[in-house]
């Protein structure tokens, strides 16, 4: 199957109507892509094969135009699947360090020195068992007190 640009075009149109079609209620893989071939006129299993490569190029493109110091490439169908996948956390990922997002910060504590040390976290200490002789042969744990 050779695939021309107006049967790719076809496809990414093809992809995103029925994706608006069917975004409020569940449809399984193969009948979005049974309706999605049924538009363009070709068997669903090349339609989701096309689709992917496709996929698979944008998102080289986009990482490619994210990373400085590489060569400039480009994608024939950039626009087209950019309103298609655009809003995707896959393809346009958030920004995960910013100045709005703050860690557990390092608490500080002076000291008698006037020099700062990181206060050690406080960890609990562990409680010791003792086994204890009753009258009559039994014995019995008993909880002490932390050392």
């Not at 994210?66 to 990922?93: C, D, S, W």
């Not at 910013?98 to 609990?124: G, H, W």
């Amino acid at each position: 199957m050779i695939w021309t640009r107006s049967l790719k075009l076809r496809l990414i149109d093809a992809y995103n109507t029925v994706i608006l079609q069917t975004n409020n209620r569940k449809i399984t893989k193969k009948k979005m892509w049974t309706l999605v071939a049924d538009m363009v006129g070709i068997a669903a299993n090349h339609c989701e094969n096309r689709w992917k490569v496709l996929e698979r190029n944008f998102k080289a493109f986009k990482d490619n135009k994210r990373q400085t110091g590489r060569g400039r490439k480009v994608f024939e169908y950039a626009a087209e699947m950019e309103a298609v996948l655009g809003h995707k956390k896959t393809i346009n990922p958030p920004l995960l360090l910013n100045t709005e997002t703050v860690s557990a910060p390092l608490v500080i504590k002076e000291t008698d020195e006037d020099t700062a040390t990181p206060e050690s976290p406080k960890v609990p200490k562990k409680t010791h068992q003792s086994e204890v002789q009753c009258p009559g042969g039994d014995s019995q744990r008993q909880e002490t007190i932390p050392r």
